[in-house]
């Protein structure tokens, strides 16, 4: 009974102390997956920002394509002598002016949405990293 109960003491012993060496690896993993997440999540804003802020730049392309002919065909008018044509040319010009002005406004904001998007998806790559870096190190003291 002696050597039974000696030996079992010996055996929790054994596994209290093995367990005591086993690094905190889970914590790591979980928040390493977590971020992985993030990421995926940050590079798609980042490709939606990206995308609205190219559809912004297309959209003042066009209006400015526009706000030209408008400005020909207002010119043209004035040069035939059509001065009702040309006032009408005019007032569209204007208008595609406040177009453009708007759109503009929408890509500085689409370009400050994919820059906090890029600075969002930089931090988390660069904490997962670290969390990795730390998860390695805990498994090398094994």
């Known amino acids: 009974m002696r050597i039974a109960l000696a030996s079992f003491s010996t055996l929790i012993l054994a596994c209290s102390v ?3 060496q086993t690094p905190p690896a889970q914590p790591y993993n979980q ?3 977590q ?3 993030d990421i995926r999540n940050n590079a798609a804003d980042v490709r939606k ?3 609205d802020a190219r559809h912004d730049q297309a959209d003042i392309n066009r209006d400015d394509v526009a706000r030209n002919l408008d400005k020909q065909r207002e010119q043209q008018d004035l040069a035939r002598g059509d001065v009702k044509g ?3 040319w005019n007032k569209q010009r204007k208008d595609e ?3 453009i002005r708007h759109d503009k406004k ?3 904001h689409s370009n400050l949405d994919v820059k906090n998007a890029k600075a969002r998806l930089s931090k988390d790559v660069a904490v997962r990293n670290h969390d990795v870096a730390q998860r390695n190190g805990a498994a090398k003291k094994i």
Request: net charge negative; hydrophobic share 45%.
């Open 49 to 51: 920002d990206s995308a």
């Open 86 to 88: 040309a006032q009408y």
């Open 106 to 108: 929408d890509l500085a």
């Open 97 to 99: 002016n406040a177009e």
């Open 35 to 37: 971020l992985n997440t």
């Open 18 to 20: 093995s367990m005591a």
């Open 31 to 33: 928040d390493v997956r």
